[in-house]
């Protein structure tokens, strides 16, 4: 840190000795910053939010700053926006080393390195409790673009407990990097490497895009520091890399990249740097693209933020799409669905892809008693009511200036403060409990309920007019029942819970079988319980970058609750049945389904050719309850001869 600091006395002229308050750019300089930066921030968005969520619960915040050292982006805690926003860990934070002095972003921004600046490492006195780690993210051309700073307001003070912090922002900003080349080159041959074979195709270390005629194109961080070494240049002379030919740096040309496929073990796909290194190497080909007269009209890339909500259901695509237009006007939405269907990760997805500079408040209409509601909402001056803090207190709504305003389970509102609420959403004011003088607001309303508003609005529960006011669009989230890429979303929660855990076939088969009436909720909470169940798991205080031995969840490690429905659902062993006499759906005494032997059910399925659902109607059951007896009587292993559809 000494040299930022001598930067910041020598030549930017800081005293050391005067504080000052983190400057904050104007809404509509920030706006600038922002749509310079916008396609990087859609593509690092999905990445950061996961970052954050494994980090939840440890007042971690995280900042993406563009090269002029201006936050465009933030993930934090919102109840402490505003400790947040006084330390400059908020959107429109300026950190250049001139307007802040001594900070992880600026000397990252200066230096091109990552690093941490811990509490009294940082210049100005107002900013010496921070502890604060970044990481540069350059372009496809090696220029710096931007920072990824991870910052606590109140950490240990040891400088060793920020360790970790560096390695995850410095991964973090690396697959950021990747994702930023994939999406800008895929007409251009990647060239991805790694140490290690088995992290070729998942996780590389590097990566360079290649033109036609073989010579360098793009590259990430690392990839431009591998090529220098390979040529036994500075790295900082990234210019001289671009438009070099690939044999330049290695002991191969372009014509050898077929053979460095997918198609091939990544074992086999070894490659020799110019300097002796030997790496495992990974060719994608360019996307081959099609004539006008036969290129497929395709919908516009989904925003990062809601990508995730979908793992190839082709009703929630079509239903992220239209999200994905609607959220950047300013229309009020309502969000239709079942409990647990993700009705709110949903709502603040079009938050994140809106572009509106402020935060994203949620209120559970049903969670606050109804005496309270109007307080959280609406907020109070001092001494509006006994029992309220002696300062008053800012309403939700107001929170939500410049930002969105999420109403979940609308339907349970009192008809008198829905009567408030509309007059907020007509006249753009809110009137704080004990005020006399309105306040403007500039808020978008996003709301929802899994309860049917119009079917309220006949039983005289809820107002037609605010109704009107909410739904000017409507979206209704499936349930998971009914969605195509169930097994997708399982393999995706299970991911974010741990990369060495997988599912094994029975477990798979039982949880594709169950109709989720929690939905995503209930979906995720299994799966939590299972990954406890399963096996030791990291144990306690191991370094994050441990190996973890693989763990394969079996009906073992599933609730009790869900092996108990499969159980009920299977009724007693039968006895052996004639196919030719046909397939009884249910006994008199208890309606269970009896369709006996592995011998009647699989001549059943092959009469359907493999089609579930058409089993299921001919027995009169449900599809789950067919999938359940399939896993029981172990037909899995022969369905591969059904031909034709299976669903």
């Known amino acids: 840190m000494l040299d930022s600091w001598r930067r910041c006395l020598d030549h930017h002229r800081l005293d050391p000795a005067r504080t000052c308050e983190a400057v904050i750019v104007p809404e509509g300089q920030l706006r600038q910053h922002r749509e310079e930066s916008e396609s990087l921030i859609r593509i690092a968005r999905s990445g950061l939010e996961r970052l954050y969520q494994q980090l939840k619960g440890l007042d971690y915040v995280l900042l993406l700053a563009d090269r002029h050292g201006v936050a465009v982006d933030f993930l934090g805690q919102e109840a402490a926006s505003g400790d947040l926003r006084r330390a400059g860990l908020y959107l429109g934070a300026e950190w250049r080393e001139d307007r802040a002095g001594t900070s992880a972003v600026g000397a990252c921004l ?90 070729l195709d998942v996780d590389p270390d590097a990566a360079i895009a290649l033109d036609a005629h073989g010579r360098i194109n793009a590259m990430t961080h690392a990839g431009a520091r591998l090529l220098a070494a390979a040529a036994r240049l500075d790295w900082r002379q990234r210019h001289a890399l671009i438009g070099q030919p690939l044999e330049r740096f290695f002991q191969f040309d372009a014509r050898h990249l077929p053979s460095l496929r997918a198609d091939r073990p990544a074992q086999q796909r070894i490659v020799r740097a110019c300097d002796g290194r030997v790496l495992f190497a990974h060719a994608i080909e360019p996307m081959r693209v099609l004539s006008p007269a036969s290129r497929p009209a395709a919908p516009a890339p989904l925003p990062a933020a809601l990508q995730t909500l979908s793992a190839g259901d082709p009703a929630m695509d079509a239903l992220l799409h239209k999200a994905a237009r609607l959220a950047p006007q300013n229309l009020p939405i309502l969000v239709q669905g079942e409990t647990g269907a993700g009705k709110e990760f949903l709502a603040r997805a079009i938050h994140g892809a809106s572009g509106r500079s402020g935060v994203f408040v949620a209120i559970n209409c049903a969670a606050i008693p109804e005496s309270l509601l109007e307080s959280e909402l609406f907020g109070y001056l001092p001494g509006s009511w006994t029992g309220g803090a002696s300062k008053g207190r800012q309403g939700l709504i107001e929170a939500a200036h410049r930002g969105t305003l999420f109403l979940d389970e609308i339907g349970d509102m009192p008809l008198a403060l829905q009567a408030k609420l509309l007059r907020v959403l007509s006249e753009s004011q809110v009137l704080p409990l004990g005020a006399r003088e309105p306040r403007t607001v500039d808020i978008r309303v996003l709301s929802a309920s899994h309860r049917p508003l119009a079917e309220l609005v006949q039983s005289g529960q809820f107002r037609q007019d605010l109704l009107y006011r909410l739904n000017a669009a409507e979206l209704q989230l499936p349930p998971l029942r009914w969605r195509r890429d169930l097994g997708g979303m399982m393999d995706r929660m299970l991911a974010e819970l741990g990369s060495q855990y997988s599912l094994g076939e029975a477990a798979r088969a039982m949880l594709l079988a169950h109709p989720w009436p929690g939905n995503l909720r209930e979906l995720h909470n299994v799966l939590r319980y299972a990954v406890a169940l399963c096996g030791d798991g990291p144990q306690a205080g191991a370094a994050a970058w441990e190996c973890v031995r693989e763990c394969v969840i079996e009906p073992a490690h599933l609730p009790d609750s869900l092996q108990a429905a499969d159980v009920l659902d299977a009724g007693p062993p039968m006895p052996q049945m004639d196919c030719t006499a046909g397939l009884d759906a249910a006994d008199g005494a208890g309606g269970r389904l009896q369709f006996g032997t592995a011998v009647a059910l699989e001549q059943l399925l092959a009469q359907c050719r493999g089609n579930v659902s058409e089993v299921a109607r001919r027995l009169g059951v449900s599809r789950s309850t067919v999938h359940r007896r399939i896993q029981r009587l172990q037909l899995g292993v022969r369905r591969a001869s059904w031909s034709g559809p299976r669903e």
Do not use: K
């Not at 690093?115 to 372009?139: E, G």
């Not at 051309?141 to 910052?151: N, T």
């Open 110 to 199: 200066a230096t091109g390195d990552a690093l941490t600046v811990h509490q009294s490492d940082h210049f100005d006195f107002t900013h010496t409790r921070l502890s604060c780690t970044a990481a540069p993210i350059y372009d496809l051309r090696g220029e710096l673009a931007a920072v990824l700073d991870l910052s606590q307001l109140r950490s240990p003070e040891e400088r060793a407990s920020q360790s970790l912090a560096l390695n995850l922002v410095v991964a973090a900003a690396r697959r950021v990097e990747l994702a930023n080349l994939m999406a800008q080159s895929r007409r251009d041959w990647v060239l991805r490497f790694s140490q290690s074979p088995d992290f």
